[in-house]
């Protein structure tokens, strides 16, 4: 419905912050949010996402900074005048409306007359057509979510906030709502800035994704950007499980850094590093669980040329159906972790054995090793 390139959608944040007497919520904060993208905010409770939606909202004044919409800076507009419109996990509906009525509840409130029109047009696109004439009690959890997407979008607002939105929902419905709420963004083409602590909802959903940690961005982008290429142990951490080990850069040559690690050598791409990388200095290499494939170290010289590769002792593993979790005992990291796929599973391959850890170079990250928590 919206055009993508018309930027009056545009969410931007200049030096926003947000402070309760000494204790600061949200640090000064930059961000833009183009017209049509879905944007997450995701982090651990606490973390100052809820506080900064609520300003883009006008529910909360920020201490300093402007919010632009498009060309226009909206800190002093109280919400209902904001082209903006909010969801929360509580749907809030009007309990003795019907579903029609809490759905044109918006356009009579404008005074319009004839609503029947746009009030059926939005029952569709939130696949409700044949409940009109019902309670919100008698829906679904799933179900009264939509309505109150359908009642957010009723007036065409230029930006949809959610809140936690799908919080009250059990997991199965929760990922129908993820798939559900994308398609519904999609459709309708307007930006969409959603709150979450669930990463994975995060990733499913957003097109960009902004961690926060401590009230700062910590790192923003596509999730696989995120994923892959993370650029602290908090964002490694909070997008699933990584394996860290502590090298001395040996060498730099073209796109590549050459690391020495416990006797061996690890292959870091330059794009892929965080860490001002001269010799002599540390990085924390990282690789993520899935990447790596283990081989019996009786077969080390099956393994190709070019991989990284580092020796170790299985400590445990757990067979789960489609794939086994190893935890591997190694000279630069205890408790390595293993995702492996169980096709060809190895019989060899149980506690005690030794084994070769052996990946692409293009799967590993690097990190400022003085900056990094474990
Ligand atoms: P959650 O998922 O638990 O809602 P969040 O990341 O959305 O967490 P915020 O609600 O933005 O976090 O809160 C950020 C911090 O600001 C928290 O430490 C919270 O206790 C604090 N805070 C929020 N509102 C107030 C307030 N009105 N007065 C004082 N402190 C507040």
Known sequence: MTNKTDPSGDVRLTGIAKTYGSFTAVHPLDLTVPQGSFFAL???????????????AGLE????????????????????????NTVFQSYALFPHLDIFENVAFGLRRRGLKSVKKQVEEMLELVQLGE???????????????????????????KVLLLDEPLGALDLKLRRQMQLELKRIQTEVGITFIHV?????????????????????????????????????????????TSNFIEAEVDSTSGEEIVLKAGGGKLVLPQARCSAPAGTGGRVLVGVRPEKIA???????????????RITGRIADSSFIGVSTQY????PVCSDFEVYAQNIDRDPRLV??????????PAHTFGLDAAQSVL
């Open 327 to 330: 935890v591997v005992d190694s």
């Open 351 to 360: 506690p005690g054995a030794e084994v070769v850890l052996h990946w692409n």
């Open 294 to 308: 283990l081989t019996h170290a009786d077969d080390a010289g099956e393994i190709p040329e070019g991989r990284n």
């Open 131 to 157: 409940q009109a004439r019902k309670k919100p009690h008698q829906l679904s959890g799933g179900q009264q979510q939509r309505v109150a997407v359908a009642r957010a979008l009723i007036n065409h607002p």
């Open 61 to 84: 004044e920020p201490s300093v900074g402007t919010v632009f919409l498009g060309e226009q800076d909206v800190t002093a507009l109280p919400p209902y005048k904001r082209p903006v």
């Open 196 to 240: 979450t602590h669930d990463q994975e909802e995060a990733m499913t959903m957003a097109d960009t994704v902004a961690v926060m940690n401590a009230g700062r961005v910590e790192q923003l982008g596509a999730p696989t950007e995120l994923y892959e290429n993370p650029r602290t142990t908090f964002v490694a951490n909070f997008l699933g």
């Open 42 to 56: 995701l982090g651990a409770s606490g973390c100052g996402k809820t506080t900064t939606l609520r300003m883009i």
